[in-house]
């Protein structure tokens, strides 16, 4: 890891960090003094790290999960887990078995896999495996070293994945895989899919089966987040580093190459009504950019399904935290089990 005196990076700009604050944004801290801030991010990884624990607890699933199986090196818990929790649907479906794969967020430098699980009762009630995935943290991994471990992850996911359900159905494993990502975790499974793609051979088997990327408030152009106090642990020193880990950069890009890969899968695009300004208009963004890429979808030229879903009255922290009381709740659960065709 290499280390840089905070005068070696770009200076923070207060307008920019206000723009990507997700704490400054949220409903209930608007009017609050700033010291709310520590005290907000605290309170949601207790309330996450709750909602995980009774996940891992549900009578119906714990009998045939698999929790903290790793998938590289054990480090420092603050350092971030090489690791990932496997829960099984409560009912399978002999004939395809989908994949829900989660990457949490936290800018890259927070949260881990006892925070991640906070939403597999749902996905596991209506028909669908949920992996909760963790990964080694900025600074202690950098950012462009993430999508590269993390390719590593789901090819020992998809191999768990297949050895369980041989194990419990007796059947050839026919698998369907959605990469989801919340904030930071939006941008590491974009950056994943398409790192895979550059590195066919060892990530063929799994990357075949990627059917949607699900991206729920996502930074996708790490530019201006230079000029933020995120990148304390990001230690991005220049507006050109920072684009060579920005996923926009592969939308941006008109090789057919790209193209190709673009137009494979599925995407759902989300944020939620009260993200930080910089998150939503980095959402808006990318659809604008998906859509040129792909063609619009009242053109006949449309060659790959994007659905955009803006999640009302909610923020940055209750979107992802509704997540946990399901459907009838959760209008951005609803809208990802409608998008997943648990059914099909």
Known sequence: MEAFAPDQLPEVDA????????????KEVKFKP???????????????????????ASPMIVEH???????????????????????????????????????????????????????ATPITQAGGVFVALAYRLAPWQTLHNMPISLCKALSHIYSHTQKRIQQIL????????????????????METFYAAHFKVGPYKDWLSAVNSLILISGLYDLRPLIHTTANTALRLTSKEQAWTCSPLRYITDNSSRILEY????RWLIAWAQYDPPGFIEQSKCM??????????????????????????????????????????????????????????
């Open 34 to 56: 700033s010291g709310a801030t520590g005290e907000e991010r605290q309170r949601l990884a207790r309330v996450l790290r709750t909602q995980s624990d009774i996940c891992r």
């Open 287 to 344: 659809i604008t950019e998906l859509h040129k890429t792909l063609g619009n979808p009242a053109e006949t030229t449309f060659l790959s399904e994007i659905e955009t879903f803006c999640i009302a009255d909610e923020d940055h922290f209750t979107s992802i935290e509704g997540l946990h009381y399901g459907p009838a709740t959760s209008t951005l659960l609803k809208r990802i089990v409608q998008f997943l065709r648990l059914d099909q």
């Open 170 to 189: 007796h059947i050839t494993p026919n698998i369907k895989i959605h990469l989801v990502g919340h904030s930071a975790g939006a941008q590491l499974a």
């Open 65 to 119: 999960c698999d929790f903290g199986v790793f998938y590289g090196q054990k480090a420092d818990h603050k350092e971030g887990s090489e690791a990932f929790d496997w829960f099984p649907p409560a009912v399978w479906n002999s004939d395809l078995q989908h994949v829900v794969v989660y990457i949490h967020g936290g800018f890259w430098r927070a949260l881990d896999l006892s925070e991640s699980s906070h939403w």
């Open 262 to 265: 673009t137009r494979s899968v």
């Open 15 to 26: 307008e920019i960090d206000c723009l990507y604050d997700t704490v400054r944004w949220l």
